[in-house]
Antibody, heavy 120, light 107 residues
Framework: QVQLQESGPGLVEASETLSLTCTVS????????WSWIRQPPGKGLEWIGY???????NYNPSLKSRVTISVDTSRSQFSLKMSSVTAADTAVYYC??????????????WGQGTLVTVSS | SYVLTQPPSVSVAPGQTARITCGGN??????VHWYQQKPGQAPVLVVY???DRPSGIPERFSGSNSGNTATLTIIRVEAGDEADYYC??????????FGGGTKLTVL
C-alpha cells in the first residue's frame, strides 16, 4: 500500500520560507508525478504544483513566482519550498501522487496533510 | 485561467438521489474527476474521467459530463456520504483546477 507522509515546521514566520517534505513508501517514487495541494482552513483545495521523478515541474501560475518543488529519488522524497509567506498561506498542505487511470491523470494517493500556520 | 463553479451546498434525505454539479466553459470537452473529503481527512477519488469509478467505490456513485456542466450523482444516499465534494480538471498547459467544493448534507 502506497503511503505518503508530510513533514516540516507547523509554524512559519511571515516573510520567511515554508519548507515541507513528503516521504513516499510502499512503491517506487520513479515513473510517477508527485504533487502538492493545499487547503486553507474552512476553504477549498488549491493545487500548488507537481514534479516528475526525473525533475521536470509545473506550477500553479498564481504561485509560480514563490514556489519550488524538488525531488530526491534516493530518499523517496519530494519537497516544497514557498518563499515570502503571508497569513494567506496558512493551510493544510497535502502531498499526493499523480497516476494515469486509463487515459486520465488523477490524484490517487494522498498524505494525511500537515497544518502550516504563518505567524506575524 | 479556467474556472470550475460548484454550488456551495446540496442537501438530500437518506435514500434519495444527490446531484452535485460542476460548471465550466465547454467542460464537456474535458475529463472531469471527483473527490470526496470527509472532515479531518484527505480527499479520496470517487469518479474519474467523467464517469469511471476506482476500485472500492460503490456503484451508487456515478458521473456525467456534457456541454458546460459535469454532474456527480449519488443514488440511495447514506449518512456516510456526507462530505465535501470537489470536481477537478486539467486545463491547458497541464495546470490543475479544482472547483470550489460542495458540502453534501444528509438530512
Amino acid at each position: 500500500q502506497v503511503q505518503l507522509q508530510e513533514s516540516g515546521p507547523g509554524l512559519v514566520e511571515a516573510s520567511e520560507t515554508l519548507s515541507l517534505t513528503c516521504t513516499v513508501s510502499g512503491d517506487s517514487i520513479n515513473n510517477y508525478y508527485w504533487s502538492w495541494i493545499r487547503q486553507p482552513p474552512g476553504k477549498g483545495l488549491e493545487w500548488i504544483g507537481y514534479i516528475f521523478y526525473s525533475g521536470s515541474t509545473n506550477y500553479n501560475p498564481s504561485l509560480k513566482s514563490r514556489v519550488t518543488i524538488s525531488v530526491d529519488t534516493s530518499r523517496s522524497q519530494f519537497s516544497l519550498k514557498m518563499s515570502s509567506v503571508t497569513a494567506a498561506d496558512t493551510a493544510v498542505y497535502y502531498c499526493a501522487r499523480v497516476t494515469l487511470y486509463s487515459s486520465a491523470w488523477v490524484f490517487d494517493y494522498w498524505g494525511q496533510g500537515t497544518l502550516v500556520t504563518v505567524s506575524s | 485561467s479556467y474556472v470550475l463553479t460548484q454550488p456551495p451546498s446540496v442537501s438530500v434525505a437518506p435514500g434519495q438521489t444527490a446531484r452535485i454539479t460542476c460548471g465550466g466553459n465547454n467542460i464537456g470537452t474535458k475529463s472531469v474527476h471527483w473527490y470526496q473529503q470527509k472532515p479531518g481527512q484527505a480527499p479520496v477519488l470517487v469518479v474519474y474521467d467523467d464517469s469511471d469509478r476506482p476500485s472500492g467505490i460503490p456503484e451508487r456513485f456515478s458521473g456525467s459530463n456534457s456541454g458546460n456542466t459535469a454532474t456527480l450523482t449519488i443514488i440511495r444516499v447514506e449518512a456516510g456520504d456526507e462530505a465535501d465534494y470537489y470536481c477537478q480538471v486539467w486545463d491547458n498547459n497541464s495546470v490543475v483546477v479544482f472547483g470550489g467544493g460542495t458540502k453534501l448534507t444528509v438530512l
